[in-house]
């Protein structure tokens, strides 16, 4: 299973960014893809997630209403949809993968999933 993720960068506050995750390898039927993220000196935080059939999704309280998880199948490819930007979204931002049970909750903390891409930088700055 292989997972790159991109689209980061260099955003002012109330900017926007889209991120990319594209997948390859996952043969699960059903699975779960996630967006995390980690700032220097914090602990990997769960941003958003997505299932690929039923359509659960997670979103941290913390971009609730400011970002927007997507995904399209044919492409086994996930977004996140970044918009009002705000300083304290800078960090590293990384997407896993995992196989799910279709009818268990979606899955939300890291340490949940299996298979991860390397991070891309996201940096909200003036």
């Known amino acids: 299973v292989q997972l790159q993720a991109s689209g980061g960068g260099l955003v002012q506050p109330g900017g926007s960014l889209r991120l990319t995750c594209a997948t390859s390898g996952v043969t699960p039927d059903h699975y779960a893809t996630g967006w995390f993220r980690q700032a220097p000196g914090k602990e990997c935080e769960g941003v958003s997630c997505i299932t690929n059939d039923d359509g659960m999704i997670f979103y941290a309280d913390s971009v609730k209403g400011r970002f927007t998880i997507t995904r399209d199948n044919a492409k086994k490819t996930v977004y996140l949809q970044m918009n009002s930007l705000k300083p304290e979204d800078t960090a590293v931002y990384y997407c896993?993968?995992?196989?799910?049970?279709?009818?268990?909750?979606?899955?939300?903390?890291?340490?949940?999933?299996?298979?991860w891409g390397q991070g891309t930088q996201v940096t909200v700055s003036s």
């Open positions: 896993a993968a995992r196989a799910v049970i279709i009818t268990s909750p979606i899955p939300k903390a890291a340490a949940e999933y299996d298979y």
